[in-house]
Nanobody, 120 residues
Framework: QVQLVESGGGSVQPGGSLRLSCAAS????????MGWYRQAPGKERELVAT??????NYADSVKGRFTISRDNARNTLYLQMNSLKPEDTAVYYC???????????????WGQGTLVTVAS
């Protein structure tokens, strides 16, 4: 069983900061790619940031404010969110593409999501 568990969501005022974490567990042989996505009420899920072998990619709307990072030893993904805006309000999801050993295959896994609310 491979799973992603997110934490760190909550409520914050505009201009504030939050740090999301995503811990991966299970029979993981290697991780190809991890990322953060978000879905606001009434909108489609959108990419926030991804990280692949140290190379990062960000949505234009979060560039300069959000930072994605990964602790390879702990199979944990982070998203540091600064200068938060009301339009950042959404459920944030962690995503991973990895080689799983039991049985051996490439698998995409999603976390359950964590709610971030930015309001004064």
């Amino acid at each position: 069983q491979v799973q992603l568990v997110e934490s760190g969501g909550g409520s914050v005022q505009p201009g504030g900061s939050l740090r999301l974490s995503c811990a991966a567990s299970g029979s993981i042989t290697s991780i190809n790619h991890m990322g953060w996505y978000r879905q606001a009420p009434g909108k489609e899920r959108e990419l926030v940031a991804t990280i692949t072998s140290g190379s990062t990619n960000y949505a234009d709307s979060v560039k300069g404010r959000f930072t994605i990072s990964r602790d390879n030893a702990r199979n944990t993904l982070y998203l540091q969110m600064n200068s938060l805006k009301p339009e950042d309000t959404a459920v944030y999801y962690c995503e991973m593409v990895a080689v799983i050993s039991i049985p051996l295959r490439l698998l995409e896994v999603w976390g359950q999501g964590t709610l971030v609310t930015v309001a004064s």
